[in-house]
């Protein structure tokens, strides 16, 4: 059972456009989401997080969205550059336990 | 580079034969975690640990896996009688244990191919 379901798995932006990435979850238990991006041959490296009493976490070109009612959240990448490029993961947990739940992820290429 | 390690990065085997893998987390950071990346899915979460204490394991670590971290500093993973199924990357996650939302932190992984 995928309780992180990424629908989309590829995205083609424009440079310089909005990038937008969904994610939706199905367990009402999780409150706290994290964002990932992983290039070839890395590790997943950490973007940004938001926890469940927020609806919106910017940081710099990134912004995460969070609809609770919906089970949905969504990362915003503005302006979209190059080297953005890569493979996104978005991540869930719940309050007592550390591990997180990973959607299947969506690969996003940024068009010079 | 005062990243998450992970050594070595690739390991090729036949099956039936056992493989360890080693972890060495951020200086600073308690917590370290273990996870498996299979093609086109994310990262599963395998076990995780606090200090020396393994406090967490997941039912994908079958009896086979083991995970040790003797002195709460690096962690190494066993895997007895690797199967073709073993193949993957397997990541490593370090994060500090103050409060309880501390984003993880990972390693470049080690891939396994069984043979």
């Known amino acids: 059972d995928q309780q992180v379901k990424q629908n989309s798995p590829s995205l083609s932006v424009q440079e310089g456009r909005i990038s937008i990435l969904n994610c939706d979850y199905t367990n009402s238990m999780f409150d706290y989401f994290l964002w990932y991006k992983k290039y070839p041959a890395e590790g997943p490296t950490f973007l940004i997080s938001?926890?469940?009493?927020?609806d919106k976490n910017e940081d710099g070109r990134f912004t995460v969205f969070l609809n609770k009612s919906a089970k949905h959240l969504s990362l915003h990448i503005v302006p979209s550059q190059p080297g953005d490029s890569a493979v996104y993961f978005c991540a869930a947990s719940t309050s007592g336990t550390y591990k997180y739940i990973f959607g299947t992820g969506t690969r996003l290429k940024v068009l010079a | 580079d005062t990243g998450v390690s992970q050594d070595p990065r690739h390991k090729i085997t036949k099956r039936g034969q056992n493989v360890t893998f080693r972890c060495d987390p951020i200086?600073?950071?308690?917590?370290l975690y273990w996870y498996r990346q299979t093609l086109g899915q994310g990262p599963e979460f395998l076990t995780y640990?606090?200090?020396?204490?393994?406090?967490?394991k997941s039912r994908l670590l079958s009896d086979r896996f083991s995970a040790e971290r003797p002195k709460g500093s690096f962690s190494t993973l066993e895997i007895q009688r690797t199967e073709q199924g073993d193949s993957a990357m397997y990541l490593c996650a370090s994060s500090l244990a103050w409060g309880s939302r501390n984003e993880q932190y990972f390693g470049p992984g080690t891939r396994l191919t069984v043979t």
């Open positions: 938001i926890s469940s009493i927020k």
């Open positions: 640990f606090q200090n020396e204490a393994q406090l967490e």
């Open positions: 200086s600073e950071h308690n917590r």
